[in-house]
């Protein structure tokens, strides 16, 4: 009898028919719940970690460098969309030899031929004024009143001048630059375009700000 009574009542017991169900739904929906919270919390301490490699506005507005991908510049064009550097437009193109043949012989209309003032790295001063002959980086702004120049960079007639070579027509005030970004006699333009610093990373890639003579 005394192990009878210390037996378990088996009528008490909750058989498997009398369990309730498990909602599946349910715990697949809080499973989820948690994986995507979790998720949220990696990304959240992720994305500010990722920003600190990257250069602030303000850093770029006081001159950090830029890289910049040439390696899609078609031959006698400009790079587009225009990148900045410490808040300016800069002029990036790619010319031929038959440019390059016109911007060493093509003289006798321009200001200052030779870049003897200082708007250029010393390695700039040559005829094409750059680095690499083929590409030319140049700021896009007008040395007259800061206007941005626009790109002509076809040898044909235009209305401003039927005897055009290629390069840079400021619409504002009439001034005109050749490809080399040398500004012409008796415009209202007193300088060539400034060639900003830069060098380069590799042969499609270029840093705007720094030199490799003082990296």
């Known amino acids: 009898m005394a192990e009878d009574a210390l037996a378990p009542d088996a009528s008490h017991s909750p058989s498997e028919s009398t369990r309730p169900p498990i909602n599946q739904s349910r715990r697949y929906f809080l499973i ?7 998720a949220v919390g990696v990304v959240g301490a992720a994305v ?3 920003g600190s490699w990257a250069p602030s506005a303000k850093a770029r507005a006081a001159g950090a460098p830029v890289r910049i991908d040439i390696s899609k ?7 587009g969309p225009i990148p900045t550097w410490r808040g300016n437009p800069v002029f990036i193109l790619r010319r031929d030899e038959a440019a390059l043949e016109r911007l060493a012989s093509q003289v006798d209309n321009l200001a200052d031929p030779d870049s003897t003032r200082e708007q250029q790295p010393a390695y700039a001063v040559n005829s094409a004024r750059s680095r690499k ?14 206007c ?8 044909q007639a235009e209305p ?16 005109k630059f050749d490809l080399a970004g ?11 375009l400034e060639v900003p610093p830069h060098s380069y990373v590799s042969d499609t890639e270029i840093v705007i700000g720094v030199d490799e003579e003082n990296a």
């Open 32 to 38: 989820g719940a948690t994986a995507a919270v979790g």
């Open 48 to 50: 500010p970690f990722l």
């Open 73 to 79: 510049i078609e031959m006698n064009n400009m790079i």
């Open 133 to 146: 002959p083929e590409i030319g980086v140049y700021i896009g702004l007008c040395t007259h009143l800061g």
């Open 148 to 155: 941005s120049p626009k790109y002509h960079g076809k040898v």
């Open 160 to 175: 401003f001048d039927a005897t055009w070579q290629g390069g840079f027509f400021c619409p504002c005030h009439g001034s």
């Open 182 to 192: 040398r500004v012409v006699k008796a415009v209202p333009a007193p300088a060539n």
